[in-house]
């Protein structure tokens, strides 16, 4: 026969907490639970049905605490997730501005070159006109120096 003490100190709980289980277990305990000198004592059988019920307890509660953490991380994944989502968007968008800004470019590299190309077609003709002019500034000083 164990006292509720020894019960405590068996499962390693406070006498409260056995002084708990023997209310609630109050029918499962039935033919186990006796009264010995004032002392609340219960039999082997009675200490296995207390000591399962701490058990089955402690297995709810991690139970249940799992059940905490694995919502906790279903919330997670869901936030990154959408997290992830807006990253993609914000990605196609920027992606999207810098083939806007690609094709800018090109209409750019495009009067750049129009505009060389009219560049060197003046240049070439301002080499022509300065030939054309320093040969007429030749024949002007021959008749100069002539006269």
């Known amino acids: 026969m164990y006292k509720i003490k020894e019960i405590a100190n068996i499962i390693g709980v406070e006498t409260v907490e056995i002084h708990k289980k023997l209310l609630n277990l109050a029918q499962e305990l039935k033919g186990h639970r006796f009264e010995d000198n ?4 219960v039999d082997e059988k009675g200490l296995s049905i207390i000591e399962r019920s701490f ?3 402690t297995e709810e ?6 059940s905490f953490e694995s919502e906790d991380t279903t919330k997670k994944i869901i936030e990154e997730k959408e997290k992830n989502e807006d990253l993609e968007e914000n990605s196609l968008a920027i992606k999207t501005e810098i083939n806007k800004i690609k094709k800018y470019i090109n209409v750019l590299d495009e009067k ?3 505009t060389k190309i009219e560049f060197e077609k003046e240049t070439e003709t301002l080499a022509n006109s300065t030939k054309k002019l320093k040969a007429i500034q030749k024949e002007f000083y021959k008749k100069v120096i002539k006269r």
């Open 38 to 41: 004032g002392f609340t004592v």
């Open 55 to 57: 058990i089955t307890t």
């Open 61 to 66: 509660k991690r139970e249940e605490q799992n």
């Open 112 to 114: 750049i070159n129009e």
